[in-house]
Structure formats: structure tokens, C-alpha cells
């Protein structure tokens, strides 16, 4: 589905949009310990893909919060109903490729069509975005390394894609903390929508069984 376009006569933020967008990094990064205790539980007990599991989690948090599905196209701003991500596979060379996955299904469902759908793609690898990379969420991973901070490549003239990037969880007591990186344009994303896709995340790792 096409994205609408926003009326910026009527836009809150017209002003900040304007201000962050003419700066030569607009990116604004956040990286936040998610606690995935019972997620991390859920995977090992029902034998789930624990990629994929909190893939769904966090592409669906994202997605609750209107801001992260906003684009810069052009001199506006257009909004997305939902959006896709876009995540790096691992390949045997040691390379990877990217596969772009609908994460709107219940858990149960998402996570078959997932498997076979990444399957495919390290069949006849690509770095292919498709036909419209606006409607992307990118998603990497780094399992091998507990970060606290993390800073992404970006293209230059600025994109307004959110970025996500997972580190490897840590346990501590009785918790198991993932550190999740967010980084998003600021001519579109405050603070305030950063912790709302924060918090969204830590209600459905907390939950995980109510989206299955």
C-alpha cells in the first residue's frame, strides 16, 4: 500500500524537521538493555528460532509508534501503515545478505513462513532493498559482543530508515538483558518516540505467549 503524505501545514514538528534535517548527521542512537527473560524462556521451551522470535517483537513495537514508520521523501514526509524489515543473514563465506520478512502474522504463523522465506534468500543471497526501500525497518545483528553503544554506517545524503541492531544477552540473576541499538533520523524521531518503541519491545518480551 502506498504511503500517505503528511500535511506539513499541519505538522507539530515542521520546525524541528526543518532544523535537523539540513545537518550533515540528523541521526539520533540509543542503545538500552531489553529485558528478554521470558521471551528467552518461550524460545527454549517451544524450540523457536530465537532470532526470529525477537525479530517479531521488535519490528512490531516499532511499528506501534507512527514516527518510525514516517520517510523523507523529497521535501515531505510520507507515513507508511506498516512497514517491513530488512535483516543481514549470515552466509558460509562469512558474508551475509539481506531478507526482507512481513512481521504483521502472529508469532506462530510469522515463524514458519520466516524460516522458509530466509532459507530462499541464502539460497541466491542478495543486498537487494527491493522495490521500495522507504518501507523498510534494517535490522542487524551482533551475537558475538555485548555492546552499549554502537554507531552504523549511513548514507550520504542523509535516509530516514530506523535502524535496529541486537548484541548478545547477557544473563544477570534471573533476568536475561539484550542490548538493543535504535537509531533514527531526528528530523522525524525524538526521544519520546525512541522510548515508546523501548517500551513497546519490553511489553512483548515480557508477554510473548499473548502474540503467539
Excluded at 10 to 20: I, L, N, S, T
Excluded at 137 to 164: K, M, Q
Amino acid at each position: 500500500m502506498e504511503p500517505r503524505t503528511l500535511d506539513l501545514a499541519a505538522y507539530p514538528r515542521r520546525a524541528h524537521f526543518d532544523y535537523f534535517r539540513q545537518m550533515a548527521n540528523p541521526y539520533v542512537s540509543v542503545t538500552a538493555p531489553c529485558d528478554i527473560t521470558a521471551l528467552r524462556r518461550l524460545t527454549q521451551e517451544r524450540g523457536l528460532p530465537f532470532f526470529l522470535t525477537v525479530l517479531h517483537c521488535a519490528i512490531n513495537a516499532a511499528n506501534a509508534v507512527p514516527e518510525l514508520r514516517q520517510r523523507i521523501r523529497g521535501k515531505g514526509i510520507v507515513e507508511y501503515d506498516r512497514c517491513l524489515s530488512s535483516h543481514t543473514v549470515a552466509l558460509p563465506d562469512g558474508t551475509y545478505c539481506y531478507c526482507t520478512l512481513d512481521c504483521a502474522q502472529p508469532l506462530g504463523m510469522f515463524l514458519p513462513a520466516a524460516q522458509t522465506e530466509v532459507a530462499r534468500v541464502k539460497a541466491a543471497p542478495s543486498l537487494d532493498d527491493g522495490a521500495d526501500p522507504d518501507e523498510l525497518f534494517f535490522v542487524s545483528s551482533l551475537p558475538w559482543l555485548t555492546f552499549t553503544a554502537i554507531s552504523l554506517p549511513t548514507p550520504t545524503p542523509a535516509d530516514s530508515n530506523p535502524r535496529i541492531t541486537f548484541g548478545k544477552f547477557t544473563q544477570e540473576g534471573d533476568r536475561v538483558l539484550l542490548p538493543v541499538n535504535l537509531t533514527a533520523n531526528h528530523a522525524l524521531v525524538d526521544g519520546l518516540h525512541l522510548a515508546a518503541f523501548f517500551d513497546g519491545m519490553a511489553q512483548r518480551a515480557a508477554h510473548p505467549e499473548e502474540y503467539f
